[in-house]
């Protein structure tokens, strides 16, 4: 019996200090607890996502790298593709060297077909034949992209010969034409010879001058 009323209290005791608890928690929170107690438990681990979103960091840094060993790889091969330019002149030798072969060899056929002159033939229709010869092979050199310097160096060394012949020739007859006038295009083509070697040679075709990245796999 004493047993029974010891237990007969506790349990009133109980009870009082839950109804003394209940009444210190104001009315607005009590419907809040009373929810929560009903629904059931949550738990979040925080491990599992800061270990998720340390991966994913992980990963875009990766990633980012791999970007950027990626473009400095592009780079490094387009700077091993690069050629520099090769100097060279504004215009072709062959340019004004045919025109002006040709030039001397029509007036120095029709001067040999007038006049029966055998000067015709050697400053006219020989020097002429030969200019208009070693500028379309020049030509055809450039096409191709072999070097013209053999060719041009001949037909300055053409230019140089008809330029004294016929300035020489000026000075003793003192006319403007022909001599005068044969004499003054010559050396201007000499001239121009001049400059196309010192210059460099002939601008290579734009072909070759442009590389060709996507025919090298770049």
């Not at 002006?100 to 055998?118: D, K, Q, W």
């Amino acid at each position: 019996m004493a047993a029974a009323a010891q237990l007969h209290g506790s349990a009133a005791a109980t009870a009082a200090y839950r109804r003394t608890r209940a009444s210190s928690i104001p009315s607005s929170c009590r419907w809040t607890q009373s929810l929560l107690a009903g629904s059931p438990k949550l738990s979040i681990s925080t491990s599992r996502v800061g270990v998720k979103s340390f991966g994913f960091a992980a990963k875009l840094s990766t990633k980012c790298a791999n970007q950027n060993a990626r473009v400095e790889e592009l780079d490094l091969r387009a700077e091993e593709h690069v050629v520099p330019q090769k100097r060279s002149a504004k215009i072709h030798d062959f340019c004004l060297g045919i025109p002006f072969g040709g030039l001397l060899f029509s007036m120095g056929l029709l001067g040999y077909m007038f006049s029966r002159s055998t000067i015709s033939l050697v400053l006219g229709i020989a020097p002429g034949l030969a200019t208009l010869l070693l500028g379309t092979l020049s030509l055809k050199f450039w096409r191709s992209g072999r070097s013209s310097l053999m060719l041009i160096l001949a037909q300055a060394a053409i230019s140089t010969f008809l330029a004294w012949k016929y300035s020489h020739a000026y000075f003793l007859t003192n006319r403007l034409l022909p001599w005068g006038f044969y004499a003054s295009l010559s050396t201007a083509m000499g001239c121009f010879y001049v400059y196309v070697l010192l210059a460099g040679g002939n601008p290579p075709p734009k072909k070759l001058a442009t590389i060709p990245a996507v025919e090298r796999g770049v």
